[in-house]
């Protein structure tokens, strides 16, 4: 996937986690760390501690996607979708993984702090 497929998958990412679709969400890409868990439930249990952590409404966040390729393993892209704090300094992640064999699933989501 190019550059502009994988901003775009990134945005679309954002806008169904800032509406809270995860059922759309998790029907198009997996949940890695359900861990025998439905994977509906352990998104919203790890988003919902994600948001606890920061205490903002994600609604009112800003959208930030990065984007890292790889040239070894059998990964190919991350893509860290940020739905930031509008105080810039805070915000939660959910990271994106395209593997080689071309799926995409969510790797991770998690809260994130600006350290500086």
């Keep these: 996937m190019e550059y502009e497929e994988l901003h775009k998958l990134g945005m ?11 059922v759309t969400l998790i029907s198009m890409h997996p949940y890695a760390l359900a861990f025998g868990r439905d994977q509906v439930e352990a998104f ?19 959208p930030e996607i990065a984007i890292s390729n790889f040239d070894t393993t059998d990964f190919v892209s991350l893509i860290e ?3 930031q704090n509008p105080d810039l300094k805070s915000g939660i992640k959910v990271d994106l993984i395209l593997n080689q064999a071309g799926a995409i699933y969510i ?6 702090f600006e350290t500086h």
């Design 12 to 22: 679309d990412v954002y806008l169904l986690v800032k509406s809270n679709e995860i």
């Design 107 to 112: 790797e991770d989501v998690y809260a994130y």
């Design 81 to 83: 979708i940020g739905l």
């Design 44 to 62: 919203n249990e790890d988003f919902a501690k994600a948001k606890q952590e920061i205490d903002f409404d994600v609604s009112n966040s800003i």
